[in-house]
């Protein structure tokens, strides 16, 4: 049974650091990992992804220069390291897994992703 556990989450201020991770099991890793957010009130988005064949990365201009995914392949554990954090960036944070046989064409889009976390809370005060 695959499963993906985020934690890391809290309250921080502008400016701030946080790192989150998403712990894996049950799961052969295939094309994509992914974080995507999602604030109150609004749509779920793509914010970073990993190929894990390559090892490239993708992010939304938002957090560009700001968050890097990254994965520990020895403990199944992917991250999202973020810095300089924003109010804006206040949401719920989610990792998500594409199905590992087929190929991630569009790393931010949900339908990419069959598996998900559920959830870590970032808040960034002003």
């Known amino acids: 049974q695959v499963q993906l556990v985020d934690s890391g989450g809290g309250t921080v201020q502008a400016g701030g650091s946080l790192r989150l991770s998403c712990v894996v099991s049950?799961?052969?890793?295939?094309?994509?990992m992914g974080w995507f957010r999602q604030a109150l009130g609004k749509e779920r988005e793509g914010i970073a992804a990993?190929?894990?064949?390559?090892?490239?990365?993708y992010y939304v201009d938002s957090v560009k220069g700001r968050f890097t995914i990254s994965r520990d392949a020895v403990k199944n554990i992917v991250y999202l390291q973020m810095n300089s954090l924003k109010p804006e960036d206040t949401a719920m944070y989610y990792c998500?897994?594409?199905?590992?046989?087929?190929?991630?064409?569009?790393?931010?889009?949900?339908?990419?992703?069959?598996?998900w976390g559920q959830g870590t809370q970032v808040t960034v005060s002003s």
């Open positions: 998500a897994a594409t199905n590992p046989f087929l190929e991630c064409r569009s790393p931010h889009s949900l339908r990419e992703y069959n598996y």
């Open positions: 990993l190929f894990v064949g390559s090892g490239s990365t």
């Open positions: 049950g799961y052969t890793f295939g094309s994509c």
